[in-house]
């Protein structure tokens, strides 16, 4: 019985002096946490350039409707080619150009809203979405600019 248990004392005391193999576990351990987190660096970083497109899209199309002769629609369809252009795929889902304030003189204002719904890339980050969607979240900009009037005749 004690070389048995001598015996069982050596291999206990072997088994606590090698390491092979803690690295591979360390890894398996480490490796599905990096590669999340990685990925959600990833998915953050085109919702962020989503968002910056789409800002500057309402930013456009604020600039438009504030020039005498444009109408809702050309406000519209500039913003749409905007975010297109910038890479945002998919529908417009509003843009709204409420009606000026008392009447097109300098001063008053125009504010045009872009709301976009904005699709998660990876199925970690859609855990997190607050949008109308599971794994979506909405973005709105919007852009506020004075109304420009055309210049008086040249004489």
Request: net charge positive; proline share 7%; aromatic share 8%.
């Amino acid at each position: 019985m004690a070389k048995l248990m001598s015996r069982v004392r050596d291999l206990i005391a072997q088994l606590h002096k090698k390491d092979d193999g803690a690295e591979l576990i360390e890894m398996a351990i480490v490796l599905p946490l990096l590669l999340l987190l990685i990925m959600g660096m990833v998915d953050f970083g085109f919702l962020f350039q989503r968002y910056l497109v789409l800002t500057n899209a309402a930013v456009e199309g604020a600039r438009v409707a504030s020039l005498p002769g444009y109408t809702n629609a050309d406000v519209t369809a500039r913003v749409t080619s905007y975010a297109t252009n910038g890479g945002v795929l998919g529908p417009v889902n509003a843009v709204t150009v409420p009606v000026t304030l008392p009447g097109p003189w300098p001063g008053s204002q125009v504010t045009v809203t872009h709301v976009y719904t904005y699709q998660y890339v990876g199925p970690i980050a859609s855990l997190f979405g607050s949008g109308t969607a599971p794994g979506s979240v909405t973005i709105t900009s919007r852009a506020t600019m004075r109304n420009q009037v055309a210049g008086a005749p040249a004489p």
